[in-house]
């Protein structure tokens, strides 16, 4: 018995703003796909519409991407080709994309990327910031105190930092973000590829101070430098990460702090109270 042969899913980049950011490629990827599966189905018939691009479509977003995704997963097991796109640009970037992908590998179907536009990296190389080392960290949590720990794990980061944010939080955000990062250098991009294109670059207290006076309107990738404060001098001959914290204390005594400073220095490092601290150092000792 011969086994069926699997098909193939594309991942199509599709503009982020001006229709012209569209790949020769990607035009024919959809129009020779059996089906698009779209974030928004009325966003991308309009794309497809000014194309001529008649494939059949369907929907596929984070409210049915469990059930809509064994649907189509079915499909390419059974031969079909598939073409997933978001509403702008490479699908699987904050979008439930990257979880069919994972899915598709799982199951040996052929995963090709399309690949084309992006918002974030567009905004990176406009910003006049390091390109070298950069993460993309897209949406900050809704909740409160995850929102609070990403920004910190962020803070001593010295990669150039991408952000994406809705205009009617883009206010709060840059401001949790100068709170926590401080005033370094930044840039909002707005409306990218589109008529009213705009980066605004400036210090993070700038970029407040304009949206105070400007409203913000239209979708924000946010580019912010990279940390540059010296690292501590523990930080750069041992990886703390894997340490504790008595193990840690004790590597700055070794390099001439006194204690006292040695535990402040942990316990900002780590995020943890000075008392905490001191009493790891203390059990250490006494076990010794």
């Not at 009617?168 to 409306?191: M, N, W």
């Not at 540059?228 to 914290?245: F, K, L, V």
């Amino acid at each position: 018995m011969v086994e069926e042969q699997k098909g193939t899913l594309y991942l199509c980049a599709t503009p982020i703003g001006n229709l012209e950011d569209i790949t020769l490629r990607a035009l024919r990827i959809l129009r020779e796909a059996d089906l698009i599966a779209a974030e928004d189905t009325r966003h991308t018939r309009k794309l497809l519409s000014h194309f001529e691009i008649h494939t059949p479509l369907t929907s596929y977003h984070r409210h049915n991407c469990k059930k809509k995704g064994e649907y189509l997963l079915d499909l390419v097991s059974s031969g079909k080709n598939i073409a997933l796109v978001s509403d702008a640009g490479m699908p699987g970037v904050s979008d439930p994309g990257s979880e069919l992908v994972s899915e598709a590998v799982k199951n040996g179907c052929a995963v090709i990327p399309v690949p084309g536009a992006s918002a974030a990296v567009t905004a990176l190389v406009a910003s006049g910031l390091p390109t070298d080392s950069f993460v993309f960290v897209g949406f900050l949590p809704t909740a409160k105190k995850a929102r609070a720990d990403k920004l910190k794990e962020l803070s001593s980061l010295r990669w150039t930092m991408i952000f994406y944010e809705a205009p009617h939080r883009i206010k709060e955000t840059l401001a949790l973000l100068l709170k926590a990062l401080g005033s370094r250098p930044a840039a909002a991009a707005r409306e990218l590829t589109k008529l009213h294109e705009e980066v605004i670059r400036g210090t993070l207290e700038e970029l407040v101070e304009h949206f105070n006076l400007v409203e913000p309107r239209g979708e924000f990738t946010l580019v912010v430098a990279g940390s540059t404060e010296p690292e501590s001098r523990s930080g750069r001959e041992t990886d703390w990460m894997h340490i504790g914290a008595a193990a840690h204390v004790a590597i700055l005594e070794a390099e001439g702090m006194d204690r006292k400073k040695a535990i402040q220095e942990v316990a900002r490092l780590r995020g943890l109270p000075k008392k905490d601290v001191y009493r790891s150092v203390v059990e250490d000792k006494e076990t010794r």
